[in-house]
T-cell receptor
Framework: DTGVSQDPRHKITKRGQNVTFRCDPI?????LYWYRQTLGQGPEFLTY????????KSRLLSDRFSAERPKGSFSTLEIQRTEQGDSAMYLC???????????FGPGTRLTVL | SQQGEEDPQALSIQEGENATMNCSYK?????LQWYRQNSGRGLVHLIL?????REKHSGRLRVTLDTSKKSSSLLITASRAADTASYFC???????FGTGTRLTIIP
């Protein structure tokens, strides 16, 4: 399968714990995006990378959130000291720069108890 | 980012009928994209229309873009049960979506 993959698909954690999600984009795509989606809402942009450079972070991304793409391939999104309000689906997408079309992964559903 | 706002919020039609949903946005765009999301899944790209295009077709999909009104419409012809999903629009690079149009096709 050459699509975008995300791991894990589901994560249940207790409030205050740290969690890390991984996204593997389509191999030739140099852009990688993270979005968050809560129930009944559309996805909200969080951040994006071109190769290993993080080009923009949304103001939605508090200090507790950090994303990396160290070698310009896979990316990780870490949430520290999780809160119940962090419960959401975290979506990753990739694209080639300038192409427009983004390919989304299946998402990681986070539940914070 | 360019936020799209989809309208209506919900739409139910009989299988075989056409479905039309609309998108409005606030600032200038280079392109506008439509995506479909089945329940609990990731988004699937449907079609992209550039700012210098007025209409585009892809299979049963027809998209129009009116940059003077900052609006777009998505028409799905001859709807099928498998078209039941939420539909979102977004512009440019950092997609920011509204709450989507939830389309239900009644068999």
């Amino acid at each position: 399968d050459t699509g975008v993959s995300q791991d894990p698909r589901h994560k249940i954690t207790k409030r205050g714990q740290n969690v890390t999600f991984r996204c593997d984009p389509i191999s030739e795509h140099n852009r990688l995006y993270w979005y968050r989606q809560t129930l009944g809402q559309g996805p909200e942009f969080l951040t994006y990378f071109q190769n290993e450079a993080q080009l923009e972070k949304s103001r939605l991304l508090s200090d507790r959130f950090s994303a990396e793409r160290p070698k310009g391939s896979f990316s990780t999104l870490e949430i520290q000291r999780t809160e119940q309000g962090d419960s959401a689906m975290y979506l990753c997408a990739s694209s080639t720069s300038g192409a427009g079309e983004q390919f989304f992964g299946p998402g990681t559903r986070l539940t914070v108890l | 980012s360019q936020q799209g706002e989809e309208d209506p919020q919900a739409l139910s039609i009989q299988e075989g009928e056409n479905a039309t949903m609309n998108c409005s946005y606030k600032t200038s765009i280079n392109n506008l994209q439509w995506y479909r999301q089945n329940s609990g899944r990731g988004l699937v790209h449907l079609i992209l229309i550039r700012s210098n295009e007025r209409e585009k077709h892809s299979g049963r999909l027809r998209v129009t873009l009116d940059t003077s009104k900052k609006s777009s419409s998505l028409l799905i012809t001859a709807s099928r049960a498998a078209d039941t999903a939420s539909y979102f629009c977004g512009g440019n690079e950092k997609l920011t979506f509204g709450t989507g149009t939830r389309l239900t096709i009644i068999p």
